[in-house]
């Protein structure tokens, strides 16, 4: 016997057991977007590298050692999205989407980056991911953070996770006290650990966001970034935290936020929790405004998120959902003529009652084999159809959950009759 094939090391298959939890989380953001105003944008799943390049940075580690990269037949260097962002800003320069316009896009799917599997943290992952292109000022920055509040109330996950907000000034500023960052960090080289050794001088920033023990005492008496913000920066963060506090939306300020991709400029926010360990960020974002012209378009302002839905799914496991995908009746056919019409009345059915979950049985079978299947289906009723039934243009109607009673209806008045049981159930 040949070895059996394993899926990639985390890439994970996610099985019907699983899917109903992801398709509630998928269902309320859809709703949400709908009711923002917000219109579905689909991008590829592979782009050129340069794009990425140009966007993320080269010398961040999702360049330098994360990014699924290949060339094709023609030579062409292409990679497996690592993120949404760039390839929005892309489509939004190529279809002129953006220059002297407004646009609310959001977009979902795989993302992906070879990074070591854990918990919360894959190979492939799946993103929620939200763009603005077009508004410079701080409204639309608390609309988003107020729009994912929204999202967690939606999900009943609102004392899961908390919000942490900072600001990274404009690109000149940033760039002044990456200058003083680096000056002393170098005065105290010795005090570094490796990998903020590498990073001093390519992305000494991410040195702030180090999760190292040893570096926390160093970390928090490091020049603060809030203290070198240009003027308009300043003004834009405090306006943005007195419309959170209006909101009632509570925060943190974390100065040592900083997000890990070079595009981003004045507002970064992170949602995170501390039931995830480790990957606790389940949602995070902030304005690029430099984004758009830096790859090729005309300068843009632009703000957005993105949210893990792998992280979300492991915040929901223990939550009481909806029921979506339990038929609501399984049609039990006991005799050939009854399989033979049964199929047919089942499309009428569904035909009449769109919102109806019919499980129709196949296979054959015993009259109590298909009823033990009926019950383990986790069907409300039991529709049963047999010979008699056939001939007498009736249907028995068996309550498997309630009181276990039968009774006969006409075939014709069934879907009347299905009518009122589901909107006993789904009421």
């Not at 390839?87 to 980056?113: D, E, T």
């Not at 507002?267 to 758009?292: I, K």
Request: charged share 30%; net charge negative; hydrophobic share 40%.
């Amino acid at each position: 016997m040949s070895k059996s094939i394993q899926a990639v090391r985390g890439m994970n298959d996610i099985l019907p057991t699983e899917t109903p939890r992801w398709q509630y989380v998928e269902g309320v953001f859809r709703r949400l977007m709908a009711a923002y105003g917000y219109g579905e944008i689909r991008l590829p799943i592979v782009e050129k590298t340069e794009l990425f390049k140009r966007s993320i940075g080269e010398v961040t580690d999702i360049v330098e050692k994360e990014m699924y990269t290949f060339e094709d037949r023609n030579g062409d260097s292409l990679t497996l999205r690592p993120e949404g962002t760039a390839g929005c800003v892309r489509a939004g320069i190529q279809h002129g989407l953006l220059y002297n316009q407004v646009q609310r896009l959001w977009y979902a799917g795989p993302m992906f980056r070879h990074e070591r599997p854990q918990k919360g943290r894959y190979r492939q992952f799946h993103q929620f991911g939200v763009e603005v292109f077009g508004l410079p000022g701080p409204d639309i920055d608390a609309e988003l953070i107020l729009m994912t509040a929204r999202l967690w109330r939606e999900l009943d996950m609102g004392e899961e996770v908390h919000l942490e907000i900072n600001s990274l000034g404009s690109g000149e500023a940033r760039r002044a006290y990456r200058e003083k960052l680096v000056a002393w960090l170098e005065a105290r080289e010795d005090e570094l650990d490796e990998d903020s050794r590498r990073r001093l001088h390519t992305n000494p920033l991410r040195i702030l966001d180090s999760k190292n023990p040893a570096m926390q005492d160093l970390i928090e008496a490091a020049p603060k970034l809030v203290a070198h913000l240009d003027a308009d920066s300043r003004d834009h963060f405090e306006t943005l935290c007195t419309m959170l506090d209006e909101a009632g939306v509570a925060y943190r300020v974390n100065p040592r936020l900083v997000r890990g991709l070079d595009y981003y400029s004045r507002t970064v926010f992170e949602w995170v929790t501390d039931r995830l360990g480790a990957q606790g960020t389940v949602c995070a974002g902030g304005r690029y405004d430099g984004l758009v012209e830096q790859l090729g378009g005309r300068p843009t302002p632009a703000v957005g998120f993105a949210l893990g839905l792998e992280r979300l799914v492991a915040l929901l496991e223990e939550a009481e959902l909806p029921d979506a995908t339990t038929p609501h009746a399984y049609l039990v056919l006991a005799g050939e003529t009854a399989e033979r019409g049964g199929r047919l009345l089942a499309e009428r059915l569904r035909d009449a009652l769109p919102h109806l979950r019919l499980l129709v049985h196949s296979g054959g079978g015993s009259f109590k084999s298909q009823l033990k299947k009926a019950d383990r289906s986790g069907a409300r009723l039991a529709l049963i159809l047999g010979e008699d039934e056939m001939l007498s243009g009736n249907i028995a109607i068996k309550d498997l959950r309630g009181s276990g009673e039968q009774q006969h209806v006409k075939q014709d008045e069934l879907a009347e009759s299905l009518a009122r049981v589901l909107a006993t159930i789904d009421n």
